[in-house]
T-cell receptor, first 115, second 113 residues
Framework: NAGVMQNPRHLVRRRGQEARLRCSPM?????VYWYRQLPEEGLKFMVY????????ESGMPKERFSAEFPKEGPSILRIQQVVRGDSAAYFC?????????????FGSGTRLTVV | GESVGLHLPTLSVQEGDNSIINCAYS??????FIWYKQESGKGPQFIID?????DKRQGQRVTVLLNKTVKHLSLQIAATQPGDSAVYFC????????????FGKGTKLTVNP
């Protein structure tokens, strides 16, 4: 009964490269959320997806960031042309339904370092 | 409880003491609240939740209190243990609104043996 799986756990990218973060939700969960956490801060919402649909992307930066949750396979958070300010921990969470009914479960995160 | 870029509040207690961690939330329309525990290098772990139609909920060694009048949430940990050392976050959600959680700033709890 695996939890939310994120990979890689650590990712180092040079400025200008692309970063791809993967998230496999818990079995039976069709809702995926991405959050970003800077050091010594709380988590900030980025995007909420269901299979093949972006439901809420109000927390996503307007440029360079995109997310998808295809019919088959994991959810992907993609950051193009990374900059030092993108260095953070990125957490994925999944749920089987509405937050207020089910809450959700977080993965262990991907720690992105841009050098 | 929107996070701001400030140093985390800290709480240091002796093993066996009771701990109280406080959180002020921001949205009066929020009706579902969760406390998460985050250990170093790990993702947030669910501790306990409460809905706005309640003012108190108890779990194993933990109690959450909700005061909607002043938009305040607290987490009480009984007989605190070294394994309770972590950063604790409150999070709020509004049913009928977005599915996102809004996280508070976090409190770093250190339990001294």
């Amino acid at each position: 009964n695996a939890g939310v799986m994120q990979n890689p756990r650590h990712l180092v990218r040079r400025r200008g490269q692309e970063a791809r973060l993967r998230c496999s939700p818990m079995k039976g969960h069709s809702h995926v959320y991405w959050y970003r956490q800077l050091p010594e801060e709380g988590l900030k919402f980025m995007v909420y997806l269901q299979k093949e649909n972006i439901i809420d992307e109000s927390g996503m930066p307007k440029e360079r960031f995109s997310a998808e949750f295809p019919k088959e396979g994991p959810s992907i958070l993609r950051i193009q042309q990374v900059v030092r300010g993108d260095s953070a921990a990125y957490f994925c969470a999944s749920s089987r339904g509405a937050t207020s009914n089910y809450g959700y479960t977080f993965g262990s995160g991907t720690r992105l370092t841009v050098v | 409880g929107e996070s701001v870029g400030l140093h985390l509040p800290t709480l240091s207690v002796q093993e066996g003491d009771n701990s109280i961690i406080n959180c002020a939330y921001s949205n009066s329309a929020s009706d579902y609240f969760i406390w998460y525990k985050q250990e170093s290098g790990k993702g947030p772990q669910f501790i306990i939740d409460i809905r706005s139609n309640m003012d108190k909920r108890q779990g194993q060694r933990v109690t959450v209190l909700l005061n909607k009048t002043v938009k305040h949430l607290s987490l009480q940990i009984a007989a605190t243990q070294p394994g309770d050392s972590a950063v604790y976050f409150c999070a709020e959600n509004s049913q009928g609104g977005s599915e996102k959680l809004v996280f508070g700033k976090g409190t770093k709890l250190t339990v001294n043996p």
